[in-house]
């Protein structure tokens, strides 16, 4: 009995060794499969913020989006009623008058047959003394392509582009036809350069037809004259002189519409007649505050 039983015993021993590193395997790898698993389940709980926070993100950006669309709106629509119409332009004497309760104390400047030579000097001055003008243009001084540079500065400058004719002829001694061409010819010239059509008309030397302001009204254009001017007479051909009688004139009251053209004297004199007509009290009068009708027959 004795001979075998100690071998068996032996032989147990040995088999209970063998299998208690393995069961120290089993369970190192149990604790490392499941650290993983905390592993993945942290990162899972990591990354859900973060798809969380870019959700919520989502509509932040849209109601952004939403203001910004406002912000851009409103400033259209105050500057649109910034510039509801003021003033008309009285057919019978072609000066201002307020609506409703502009103010009366206004004076309106217009410098005819531009862009010659000095338009974009008075231009610029104006543009320093922070006060608007009509320049009342002819086709003939808009053939070159730095005349046509010329006066698509002026209007960038924020100056109102008005029609003078084609060729400065007395509109009485032409055709139809001709009157036509020197009209409509002319607007689209205009709109070629600046992309808009003018919205004033002043015919060379005062005179108008019936088929010119008929054709006038059609095109949507505003017609006037003046009230004074006397920049072309020898007598103020100086840039003292212009000034003096620009700003003392008798015929110089609200709403006048007054006259000047692109000359040498003028140039030099319009930031004189700017700031003496301001110390008289006249403001001058932004021409987009004028109202322009469709149908301008009654003139």
């Known amino acids: 009995m004795k001979k075998w039983i100690v071998p068996t015993l032996l032989m147990l021993l040995l088999t209970a060794c063998a299998e208690s590193p393995q069961n120290e395997n089993s369970q190192a790898n149990g604790k490392e499969t499941a650290t993983e698993s905390n592993q993945n389940n942290d990162n899972s709980e990591v990354e859900e913020p973060v798809t969380q926070e870019d959700s919520e993100g989502i509509p932040e950006e849209e109601e952004g989006s939403d203001n910004a669309e406002e912000a851009t709106t409103d400033p259209e629509s105050a500057d649109s009623e910034s510039k509801e119409p003021q003033y008309t332009v009285n057919p019978a004497d072609s000066s201002v008058q307020p609506i409703g309760e502009a103010s009366a104390e206004v004076v309106?400047?217009?410098?005819?047959?531009?862009?010659?030579?000095?338009?974009?000097?008075?231009?610029?001055?104006?543009?320093?003394?922070?006060?608007?003008?009509?320049?009342?243009?002819?086709?003939?001084?808009?053939?070159?392509?730095?005349?046509?540079?010329?006066?698509?500065?002026?209007?960038?400058?924020?100056?109102?582009?008005?029609?003078?004719?084609?060729?400065?002829?007395?509109?009485?001694?032409?055709?139809?036809?001709?009157?036509?061409?020197?009209?409509?010819?002319?607007?689209?010239?205009?709109?070629?350069?600046?992309?808009?059509?003018?919205?004033?008309?002043r015919a060379p030397f005062g005179i108008n037809t019936d088929y010119s302001d008929e054709l006038v009204a059609s095109e949507g254009m505003v017609r006037m004259n003046w009230t004074y001017g006397y920049d072309w007479e020898q007598d103020y051909t100086t840039a003292e002189a212009i000034a003096d009688i620009m700003v003392n004139a008798k015929e110089l009251r609200s709403g006048a519409n007054l006259l000047m053209h692109d000359r040498e004297w003028t140039n030099a004199a319009l930031a004189d007649i700017v700031k003496g007509l301001q110390g008289k009290g006249y403001e001058m009068l932004d021409p987009s505050l004028i109202e322009v009708k469709t149908d301008q027959s009654e003139m």
Not at 139 to 156: D, R, S, Y
Not at 182 to 198: A, F, H, K, S, T
Request: charged residues 30%; negative net charge.
């Open 108 to 201: 309106l400047l217009t410098i005819d047959d531009a862009p010659d030579r000095y338009a974009m000097e008075m231009a610029t001055t104006l543009k320093e003394l922070d006060v608007k003008a009509i320049f009342f243009v002819n086709g003939h001084f808009l053939q070159t392509e730095e005349e046509k540079a010329t006066l698509k500065k002026i209007h960038e400058m924020g100056f109102p582009i008005g029609n003078h004719t084609m060729n400065h002829k007395s509109l009485r001694q032409l055709t139809e036809e001709e009157q036509y061409e020197e009209i409509v010819g002319l607007n689209d010239l205009i709109e070629e350069i600046i992309g808009e059509q003018p919205k004033f008309f």
